[in-house]
C-alpha cells in the first residue's frame, strides 16, 4: 500500500527487454535501508526490487511484466527519464494522500494545461470505462500522485498543480498529449462493485 505522497523523484539509467522489461532506477534513498523484494511504487506502479546497488549513485532494478507494460505508461521508459517514487507504507505512518494500491487502472491523457499564477490547471481525459469512478473534490492516483479532482465534465476532469507538486514532483514537466498511470479511488471501485451486485 502507498499514499500518493511522492518522497523521490528517480531517473531510469537503463533498460533492457529479457522477455519483460527489466529496468534500473536512480534513486535518493538509502538502499541500504530496501530489501530485495521491496515494493516501491514507480509513477504509480507497484513494482518489486530485484537488485540494489551504490555505484555511482544508489540504484535498484524492477522486472516489468508485459501485463503491466500494456496497461501504464512504463513502455516509454528510456534512460534520462524521471519518474514519482513512494516507498510503501509502514504501520504508524502519516496517510497523507489517500490509500493507493499501485495497481494501474488504465491511462488518462493530457489534454490541457493553462497556468493559473504560479499553479498550473491540467484537464484530463479518462477512458470511459473509469470516468464513472471519478467525482469531484474526490480522490485519485496520477502516475503515482494523490491528488484532488476539481472538476468532471463528462470523461474529463480538471487537477490543479501548486508549485510545490510540480517541483517535488514530475508534475512540473507534463505536457498535452502525455499519457499518465491513473488509479481509481479504492473506495469509489468498492461502492460501483455493490451497487452493480446490488441489482
Known amino acids: 500500500m502507498f499514499t500518493g505522497i511522492v518522497t523521490d523523484i528517480g531517473e531510469v539509467l537503463e533498460t533492457e527487454r529479457r522477455g519483460d522489461l527489466r529496468a534500473r532506477i536512480g534513486t535518493g534513498y538509502d538502499v541500504g535501508g530496501i ?89 484530463m481525459r479518462a477512458p470511459h470505462a473509469l470516468a464513472g469512478f471519478i467525482a469531484p473534490k474526490g480522490s485519485i492516483a496520477l502516475n503515482g500522485t494523490s491528488l484532488t479532482v476539481n472538476e468532471v465534465d463528462g470523461v474529463e476532469f480538471g487537477i490543479n498543480f501548486i508549485p510545490h507538486t510540480q517541483k517535488a514532483t514530475t508534475w512540473g514537466t507534463v505536457a498535452v498529449g502525455d499519457r499518465v498511470n491513473l488509479e481509481v479511488d479504492t473506495m469509489a471501485r468498492y461502492v460501483a462493485r455493490l451497487r452493480e451486485w446490488g441489482q
Not at 502519516?94 to 494501474?104: D, K, N, Q, R, Y
Open 35 to 123: 530489501d530485495i523484494g521491496a515494493s516501491i511504487a514507480c509513477d504509480g506502479v507497484c513494482l518489486t526490487v530485484i537488485a540494489l546497488g551504490r555505484t555511482p549513485r544508489g540504484w535498484f532494478d524492477v522486472e516489468i511484466s508485459a501485463e503491466s507494460l500494456s496497461k501504464t505508461n512504463l513502455d516509454t521508459w528510456v534512460p534520462g527519464k524521471r519518474i514519482n517514487l513512494e516507498r510503501a507504507l509502514k504501520v504508524g505512518d502519516e496517510l497523507g494522500g489517500h490509500i493507493v494500491s499501485g495497481h494501474v487502472d488504465g491511462l488518462a491523457e493530457v489534454v490541457r494545461v493553462v497556468p493559473e499564477g504560479d499553479s498550473k490547471r491540467m484537464t
